[in-house]
């Protein structure tokens, strides 16, 4: 992700993917939300590991806490809603449309909701919730990985791929974190 985001701080409007969104490159508000979104998206993959990894929560709680705001802070005010506003403008019509405008909504509902849980001080729920918005935060790469393997194994047209991508970048991340919660839960419940 680094080696794909270094070029935009440049804020060049003609490289990478930037060059075929030329057609609305012109409008202040996606131009803004795109650069805000990519830079500030790079922060939520670190942090968001950060929450994960067991070491650091338990030996260095305060560390954990920072990050988490970060995390909340970033995702909710800057990186969501500017996924929501270049969602509005995706490539591939209203499928990709929906596709990214649901991610993005989700994403910020989830985060959201873990906050709202930690505040209560309910962690099991705050921990479905991260894990919940975590997935979606990793769409970023799931994206790509998924976009290689189309076009490696079956060439489509670029804009069916990426209609099909809209979807596959964040859906299998999301069941496959409904299933980690479940089995967690499932694992909760048979040790009790």
Known sequence: MLRITVPYLSLNT???FLRIKQWVIHKDVW??????HVLSSCFLLIAGFTQFYNPLRQKLSKLHRYMGMLY????VFLSGPAGL?????ANGGLPSQTAFTMLSMLWIFFTIKAYVAILRRDFIMHGNFMIRSYALTLSALTLRAWKYLLVMFFQPH???AYMIVAWLGWVPNLLLAEWLIYRKMTFRILSA
């Open 14 to 16: 003609d490289i990478g």
């Open 31 to 36: 131009r803004i939300a795109f650069f805000i």
């Open 72 to 75: 909340l802070v970033i995702l």
């Open 85 to 89: 506003i270049m969602a509005l403008y």
């Open 158 to 160: 670029p804009m069916d």
